[in-house]
């Protein structure tokens, strides 16, 4: 718990401040506030349609928010193009994989390092011996971190040639490309098995320690949030219901009532309270 | 029967010899050796001039049908590859190609026309406004970047404006300039220095740049804001801008003010310039531009774009700047195109750009295989002499009516063609120069350097 302690203290890396969003009538997202602090593993959890993923939109600048702030690192990202916001330093992934299916999966990770690549077009067109240079490395560079997954083998591999799992594992490999500080994972575990699912908080773990970040991530396997979110918000109707450790929010009234319904929370309240007896 | 036999050999293997010569070609500009690129462009440029003069009996060992072939196969080239470059590579279904082929033909073929009729206002006008609007546009897309947010309408317009003031600036420009150039041009009795076929050329080269230079600047202003659209929608805007770009070229003596390309009567008296070294020369060049620009670091984000739009955008690429980079550099081969077009046939009118004929690069494109740009070069030789070699002649001979079958026999090839292999010939497959270079492809050396196993 000593993580979560030090988490406390450290400055926040992403706030927003009474978000909302409206489609028409509908608030997907309502006043909706959330922060997260540098080296924390923060989960966003909820029942389908609960505005999680809007969240995330909203973050990576695919939505515009109909009303509040978002700050990452302390200033506002509200109306950057996603592109802008990746450039800023917020990687994410997608509940449903979205690699570059017909492209390798080297290509997959050069495609990140492109707002870096250390050269213009017009290098590229005239072959000069910058493009030669920057491009060799940068293909070392993608060669060696695909490395770090273990990935490397299927380097040559059209994306959608591979499993399920591993183009999960190239997702995460690529979002991680972009060198981010903030991580935001949309179900990462989504159609796993339990094996899967053991493998992949590991690598989370990995992920975080090794390249010194701060992760989001929405999931609704609850075996994953508990066992790896240090900091849990529960959200249900585009509203935060609960806040705080796995613990708690599992003792929750609330977010049992949202999850099992009205009637099961106070049996299932009584089951936690008697199991933990 | 006899001679149709004979005939339809001849053909096919004309058909088999002109594959044969676009692989060789392909294949020796993928050698390392720069000296064997060089000397080998040289020999495949000499072999094909060679059978245009030596001639066996009376005519040159390529007829001259088979000539205009050719010089069709090396233009549909350079226009097909820069409508895969949009679709196939970007992703973007575009019916506009043919008319910024069109736009490039009209162009180049008004500058030179002008020129031997000792007038350089076309030139002047053409180039200060390709250049002035370059470097606005240029300039503006460099200011506008530093702000957030600026709808892409309000951008447009200032796009527009400043285009605009930059062609009225151009016309000053040539007005002012022109009296001042013209003594050099001479008479028609005594030439001057400006009228020499030395010039000439120089100036048809200047032509076919600044052809293409418009047509990328066209598509520039109708890109910004058209390319926001879906693909379905970005599909039947394009084709709205070839049906007014052929309006406008049925018109261009009438409300445009161009008398000389005498609107739906066709345009003529344009010098035929195009030699074979000049197709050649910019279907080389065509070619290398397209192919060291998808691999690169900018061309695997064209790509990005066509693969997940979503993705791209967190990946960090600005997918409404590739998409508009894709578009006006398809359109640049296109405006090329046009112009070597122009210079070989002499006569320009606007039937042959109409948007029915404008299927024709799409159905190559789709045909060698979208995303294969050796498909479409190809493709490209392999459809012309099919087409109108084989088909035209062979068909001819069995009645005078019988041609018109030819419409019903090709879509039916086309349509076993899309059954049978619907990734098109060459599906992505790309041959020598045109295949990913190996430097950047080559699996990891032996004693890698990797570093510590991975947490898994």
Known sequence: MSATVAAQESPPVLQTLRLTKAFGGLRAVNEFDLTVRRGELAGLIGPNGAGKTTVFNMISGLYVPTSGDIRFEGESIVGLEPHEVTQAGIGRTFQNIRLFPNLTVLDNVRIAYHPHAGYTMFDALLRTRRFEAKERELTERARDFLAIFNLDRYQNELARNLPYGEQRRVEIARALACAPRLLLLDEPAAGMNPGEIVTLMELIHFIRDRFNLTILLIEHQMRLVMGICERITVMDFGEVIARGTAEEIQNDPRVIEAYLGRGAAGRAHAAVSARAA | ?456
């Open chain 2, 1 to 456: 029967m006899n001679v149709n036999l004979q005939f339809l050999a001849l053909t096919v293997l004309k058909i088999v010899a002109v594959l044969a010569y676009v692989y060789a070609l392909l294949w020796v500009m993928g050698r390392s050796s720069r000296l064997v690129k060089v000397l080998g462009i040289v020999a495949a440029f000499a072999i094909v001039q060679i059978a245009l003069t030596v001639k066996v009996g009376k005519s040159p060992i390529l007829n001259t049908f088979d000539v205009g072939l050719l010089f069709q196969a090396c233009t549909m080239t350079m226009v097909a590859l820069g409508l895969n470059l949009i679709y196939g590579f970007n992703g973007q279904f575009s019916l506009g190609q043919w008319g910024f082929y069109g736009i490039g033909a009209y162009t180049a073929a008004d500058i030179t026309f002008r020129w031997v009729n000792r007038d350089a206002r076309g030139l002047l006008v053409a180039g200060v406004g390709v250049a002035l609007g370059g470097l606005l546009i240029w300039a503006i897309n460099r200011f506008l970047r530093r702000y957030r947010g600026v709808p892409v309408l309000s951008a447009f317009t200032i796009y527009l404006i400043s285009v605009i003031i930059a062609g009225a600036a151009a016309v000053f420009f040539g007005n002012a300039l022109q009296p001042a150039l013209a003594p050099l041009f001479g008479t028609k009795e005594a030439p001057g220095i400006l009228a020499s076929p030395a010039v000439l050329q120089v100036v048809f080269v200047l032509a076919a740049l600044i052809a293409g230079a418009f047509a990328a600047g066209v598509s520039f202003l109708f890109g910004l804001p058209v390319l926001t659209l879906g693909s379905d929608y970005f599909g039947i805007a394009t084709l709205g801008f070839t049906i007014v770009v052929n309006t406008l070229m049925v018109n261009s003596d009438t409300i445009l003010p161009f008398p000389e390309m005498k609107g739906g009567r066709g345009m003529i008296g344009i010098p035929k310039l195009t030699t074979w070294f000049w197709a050649f020369f910019f279907m080389v060049l065509v070619i290398i531009i397209m192919r060291n620009l998808v691999y690169s670091s900018t061309g695997r984000a064209v790509l990005s774009v066509r693969e997940d739009e979503t993705a791209a955008k967190a990946m960090g690429i600005d997918v409404a700047a590739y998409k508009l980079l894709a578009f006006v550099v398809g359109s640049f081969f296109a405006g090329i195109g046009g112009a070597v077009y122009a210079h070989y046939i002499g006569f320009l009118s606007p039937g042959t750009f109409s948007f029915l004929v404008g299927f024709n690069p799409l159905i190559i494109v789709v045909f060698g295989g979208l995303g294969s740009m050796t498909g479409t070069v190809a493709a490209s030789f392999g459809w012309i002499f099919f087409l109108e070699g084989l088909l035209r002649v062979l068909l001819s001979q069995l009645g005078t009516e019988a041609p018109t079958w030819r419409f019903v026999l090709y879509p039916l090839a086309l349509l076993m063609l899309m059954l049978l292999r619907p990734q098109g010939l060459l599906g992505s497959v790309e041959w020598g120069f045109l295949r990913a270079p190996r430097i950047l492809s080559r699996p990891r050396p032996a004693a890698s350097t990797a570093p510590a196993p991975a947490g898994k």
